[in-house]
């Protein structure tokens, strides 16, 4: 065991994921997330067995649940999750999560080498070698973003490192992680200089690989160009950002995005099934704000706000699978509700959810999705956490921005208090250089230390102004 630990960490190093970059904490305690969690799921009801939707994968004739298990947020022993507690992997709240999704009919279990501080694929392999293994799907991903392992024989020692701790002799579905980010330099170093790509076409030959992928984030050449080659690789599925914000307002959040109408209408241009991530945008469509929860309400009082997503995630032909980070039972009951069959979403439906986008949009957020890759920052700078505050007061209307308003000094109280709470003095936004590390590790392309330094600003500027 010790050996194995420290061969994990040595992995991790070399992988490019200091601990630094798994000890930035969620803001606020995990009591309060964890409660959070839950408020919205006083009165759930328990989902129905032998229920759930499937899809049928057209190259394989696999059967695949309409819910994927993402597992990059599982749970920590301090009630948290591993994509930000420093504590350890609740081994035995992740098997009962594995065993009653699989129960409710979940058969894709989606990880990588980077999740939850290098410790994902372990803690899936163990919950998963507890069922046979003809009853569920892996898919796992060459996740070489440090140079350090773009060479050949580290990344196949990474492909192999997936073997071993989920505990399998072959991968149900394979990815090239994070296709675009850093453009096709990055693209061709870590897949086609070193012949990776090539590798894991012999693979898939040999059946290590039964289905070959990959997720796009970034530079849209990168996702013309890999499917330019599709007659000659034959994709097996192709994961995108699908969700009802990013369909038509993708790049108006963000202008290197590109929206997921044109990802979905290539990918069914070339009969390509579509693996679905962040149909939550990282959380954002979870909690909209609180007055277009109430039109959501109004239309139907039984559905939360996350089930809208994902219907409407779930509703387009084409779609394999929906992935969701679940870190609680209750997201997952509330997900096996919404799929356990899925109800398709109508043409109006999907209008009156374009309507809410359209809202959102005017909200103008940070389009940060809390996923931390920026981290660890070499300044200290909690930049999540940062962003995190600045976005839930501004998504809340509670941004101290007119003077003359009586509510000011109220709302300017709060701000500063609420900031020093969620965000540690000396890893506040002042203490961002501009060094720009962080920016080519994020998927949304924020720049972020502009960001930083605009919200920095703005707290000066109320700091110091009564």
Known sequence: MTRKHIAR???????????????????????????????EYQDQQEPPKGKMTMRTNPTTGDKVSLLGYGMMRLPTTDGGSARGSQADIDQDMVNRLVDYAIEHGVNYFDTSPAYCRGESEHATGIALARHPRNTFFIATKLSNFNEDTWGRKESIEMFENSLRELQTDYI?????????????????????????????LLQRKKGRIRNLGFSYHGDIAVFDYLLSRHDEIHWDFVQIE????????????????????????????????????????????????????????????????????FRYAGTPDGVLTVLSGMTYMEHLKDNLLSYCPLTPLSDEDNEFLYDIARQIVDVELIPCN???????????????????????????GRLPLDRQSPDYARLRREYLVGADRSVPRLRGADHCIGCGQCKPHCPQNINIPDELHKIDLFAERIRTRN
């Open 172 to 200: 149900d579905y394979y990815l090239l992680h994070g296709c675009g980010m850093g453009g096709m330099e990055a693209y061709r170093g870590r897949y086609e200089e070193n012949g990776m790509l090539n590798y894991c």
């Open 9 to 39: 960490r040595e992995f991790l190093k070399r992988l490019g994921l200091g601990t630094a970059a798994a000890t930035a904490l969620l803001y606020g305690c995990q009591s309060k997330e964890s409660a959070e969690a839950t408020k």
């Open 370 to 396: 809390n996923c931390k890759y920026c981290m660890p920052c070499p300044y200290g700078v909690d930049i999540p956490g940062i962003f995190v505050h600045y976005n839930k007061i501004k998504n809340q």
């Open 242 to 309: 699908l969700n009802y914000l990013d369909w038509d307002y993708a790049n108006e959040i963000n202008a290197r995005n590109t929206d997921a109408r044109y990802l979905y209408s290539e990918l069914q241009k070339r009969g390509i099934p579509a693996v679905i991530m962040e149909p939550l945008l990282g959380g954002r469509l979870a909690s909209v704000p609180t007055f277009l929860v109430e039109r959501m309400k109004q239309r139907n009082p039984q559905a939360s706000t996350a089930s809208w997503a």
